[in-house]
């Protein structure tokens, strides 16, 4: 293996605890791994040497929550919302009589398009959701097609209850023929437990369900409003409780004092016009971790920017600029139960992110600007390629 030594890196901000943040640091790449971090006269000798003229490092993002296996468009869905028409969740019907009528290179397509965007954005490791399909066939199709482009595929064929069909039986068919049609190709399962979607009893039928097959389980919870989904994600052991905009006291102490991250999606609030903003700085307060994700998807926060999601967590969130990157990556590990990737240390991925800027804080600062200058992933550069 040719060991490759970066150095002239202006700050590296490794998201690890006992590392920190290093000024002038040098990091050596064995691999597809972080060999060596330090202070650049402390390097040690490799096979390539490249500079990064000053530049930030910062580990690649990971996104832990985005649902990118669909077809269609809903662009004037947007605009009208934007005239004035409530986000409600009957939407997504849309979206799956697009995704049911599209063959697979269809969807296939678009998968690659957004995560190429995803990519360019500095996110190295996404996770994706089916839930466009609602049918047996549909789901199956989509998160076979989400496996060729993520390890962290997840099942969301609870994602609303398809037009002219009845509750009760839909929830059994989620949770049994379609939930065994789609768990051999799937790590996770999730539930759009809303008013609306899907209520407490339906989301534990079906998420109990899909960790009986040996699926990690990972719940919407409370973004419209109160409701039972934090409690449920909690009281489940889900690796992450998604949205988080509306919880009351009892749902922060149920958070801070569980495993199950606290996932928020600024770019929902964001593209939807919401009247509020999740509460991080109460989270975080209280001790929960926390995660940031982009949420894609057509309907309610069509974009990949993290850089925009860390800019709104800190203009609307109240999250510090360190806490906005920290939840952005090692959080967003955390929401996967992964440790292998969010935070740059030595055996970990080597995916990481070169931002033209002389700090992190410039992802806030300079809110729009495309500051993503070089991302690497297992040890590659792969933007530019
Ligand atoms: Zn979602």
Redo the contacts with the bound molecule.
């Keep these: 293996m040719t060991a490759t030594l970066l150095v002239d890196i202006g700050l590296l901000a490794t998201q690890d605890a006992e590392l920190g943040e290093i000024r002038d640091a040098a990091l050596v790449l064995d691999g597809d791994r972080v060999a060596w971090i330090g202070r650049a006269r402390e390097a040690p000798a490799a096979d390539e040497l490249i500079g990064v003229g000053g530049k930030t490092v910062i580990p690649g993002f990971v996104d832990s929550?985005a649902?990118l296996v669909f077809a269609g468009d809903r662009a004037e869905e947007f605009e009208a919302r934007m005239r004035g028409l409530p986000y409600a969740a009957g939407g997504i019907r849309v979206t799956v009589a697009a995704t049911r009528a599209a063959p697979d290179f269809i969807l296939r397509r678009n998968v690659e398009r957004l995560s190429a965007e995803l990519l360019a954005a500095g996110v190295t490791t996404f996770e994706c959701?089916s839930g466009y399909g609602l049918d047996v066939p549909t789901e199956q199709r989509s998160v076979r097609v989400a496996g060729e482009f993520t390890p962290e595929v997840t099942f969301l064929g609870a994602h609303v209850v398809p037009p002219d069909t009845d509750r009760d039986e839909y929830v059994a068919l989620v949770a049994g023929a379609m939930l065994d049609a789609c768990a051999p190709h799937s790590r996770w399962v999730d539930v759009?437990c809303e008013r609306g979607a899907f209520d407490g009893d339906e989301a534990r039928t079906v998420l109990r369900a899909g960790q009986a097959k040996g699926l990690g389980a990972r719940v919407?919870a409370n973004q419209l409003g109160e409701g039972p989904g934090v409690q449920l994600a909690v009281e489940l052991g889900a690796a992450s409780a998604?949205?988080c905009t509306h919880l009351t006291r009892r749902d922060v102490d149920a958070l801070a004092g569980s495993s199950t991250v606290a996932t928020l999606?600024p770019l929902?609030e964001f593209s939807t016009r919401a009247p509020a903003y999740p509460d991080a700085r109460r989270l975080l307060d209280a001790g929960a971790t926390v995660a940031l994700a982009t949420?894609c998807?057509p309907g309610?926060a069509y974009s990949t920017s993290m850089p925009l999601a860390i800019a709104l967590a800190v203009r609307e969130m109240r999250m510090t600029p360190a806490e906005a990157v920290r939840a952005a990556t090692v959080g967003g590990a955390r929401a996967l139960r992964r440790d292998d990737i969010g935070v740059l240390a030595p055996g970990k991925r080597a995916d990481f992110v070169v931002l033209d800027s002389p700090s992190y804080i410039h992802l806030a600062y300079r809110p729009g600007v495309p500051l993503i200058a070089e991302v690497w992933r297992d040890g590659s550069r792969v933007v530019p390629a």
Excluded: E, G, M, V
């Design positions: 929550h649902h959701k759009f919407h998604d949205h999606l929902a949420d998807n309610s």
